[in-house]
């Protein structure tokens, strides 16, 4: 069979643009769960939720959670190593300019260590695997609201689990904000939300919740050029090391006032001003993205059967953001167990610049600390502290020792 599509993907998430529409998953039984709840924990890697998966009974797999998305998806270099059967072709267009190709996947299901009697089908292959440097860890796939809306799903970010509720039987009895949302024929969560810009201008539109995406708040390129926000002396950096399945993506980094979602007020968040001009941040029927660096400051409870989601704020609710580019550097991590750690970019006139560091550097270790003994989201939350560091680094052949002091750029 000769099957070719396009299709756009808004961070990792799915939007069929082609003639040919993927048949959903029936959700009229829905599967067994017990009335305790089926609990999966997750790990969070680059704020991230990554989850363990099996595919037609295969060794663990690397699973991205992400409510930009539709369909479960398995990496292309994945889905060849494990045998599965690929037919047709992909065009994947997404955030970034790339197009690169994919395949649809037969006779392949997914199922959840720990969660026996449950299975999903994996409906397509695609070339994620760059994304594995950028996390540094494996990523073999993503999971999307196909999965999601067979449950009501119940987020903890706190204690790195999900809660998976009968959607039938769920009865909610928090003291959390119901939030009414809506999901697009893509799969994308979406909900209205308000932005305060600089001078105190407020605007209401339409945001996808994306917890796939480790930002805070990106507003899509028209709306930024709509608004002239880069014309308004935002102070703002450039964007640097944002990949997507699409490829690299531009714009600057800045913050707005406020988000407002229900009756949450969010202050103060980072937030990228997208520049792109194809691709998901070009996508002009949303005013942006609402990531996961703002979602993890609630416990959130999806229950897309009903419209609607939860939100408690945790802990994390009244927590400053992080500073964005405090060293002013990008980094990526490959080699064994993802311990090389390579410079990908370096920030005009910030630590990582003013410190002599260049692109082609090789990070071996941070404060006497080895690569060997980090992983790239504990290197990066080092790096954020704004202390005066030791990093021991290679170029080319040559060893050096460098000094950087992180500092609030923005």
Not at 23 to 51: D, Q, Y
Not at 319 to 348: N, Q, R
């Amino acid at each position: 069979m000769n099957r070719k599509t396009r299709i756009g993907i808004k961070n990792f998430g799915l939007l069929i643009a082609g003639t040919l529409v993927l048949s959903t998953i029936c959700c009229t039984a829905g599967p067994i769960v017990p009335e305790a709840g089926v609990v999966i924990p997750f790990e969070w890697v680059s704020n991230h939720i990554v989850m363990k998966v099996k595919i037609n009974n295969s060794r663990p797999l690397s699973f991205l959670l992400d409510t930009g998305n539709k369909y479960a998806i398995v990496e292309l270099e994945t889905a060849k190593e494990l045998g599965l059967t690929l037919e047709g072709e992909v065009e994947v267009k997404g955030a970034g300019s790339e197009t690169p190709k994919g395949a649809y996947v037969n006779a392949a299901s997914f199922a959840i260590p720990g969660y026996d009697g449950f299975s999903q089908p994996v409906k397509l292959a695609l070339p994620l695997r760059r994304l594995a440097s950028v996390f540094g860890h494996d990523f073999d796939g993503i999971i999307g609201s196909e999965f999601i809306k067979q449950f009501v799903l119940e987020l903890d970010y706190q204690n790195h689990k999900m809660i998976l509720h009968d959607r039938k039987k769920f009865q909610y009895s928090g003291k959390g904000e119901s939030i009414p949302v809506k999901l697009s024929h893509a799969g994308h969560l979406l909900v209205e939300a308000t932005v305060v810009l600089p001078g105190d201008e407020s605007v209401t539109g339409t945001f996808c919740i994306d917890i796939g995406s480790g930002g805070a708040l990106l507003l899509n390129s028209p709306f930024v050029a709509e608004r002239k926000l880069l014309d308004k002396g935002i102070k703002t950096i450039r964007t640097i090391g944002k990949v997507g399945a699409g490829g690299s993506t531009v714009g600057q980094v800045g913050r707005t006032m406020e988000l407002r979602i229900g009756g949450f007020k969010i202050s103060n968040p980072v937030t990228q001003f997208s520049q792109d001009k194809a691709g998901a941040h070009a996508n002009a029927s949303e005013m942006g993205n609402i990531g996961a660096q703002i979602m993890r400051r609630f416990n959130i409870i999806f229950d897309y059967n009903h419209d609607r989601i939860f939100l408690e704020p945790n802990a994390s609710f009244n927590e400053s953001f992080e500073t964005a580019f405090t060293g002013g550097l990008s980094i990526i991590a490959d080699g064994m167990d993802y311990h090389v750690f390579h410079i990908t970019d370096i920030l005009e006139n910030s630590p990582a610049s003013e410190a002599g560091l260049q692109k082609v550097d090789i990070i071996e270790s941070v404060d006497g600390k080895p690569a060997s003994d980090m992983t790239l989201t504990q290197l990066k939350d080092m790096l954020e502290i704004c202390v005066t560091h030791t990093l021991n680094v290679r170029r080319g052949d040559k060893a050096m020792e460098v000094k950087l002091t992180p500092r609030e750029l923005l």
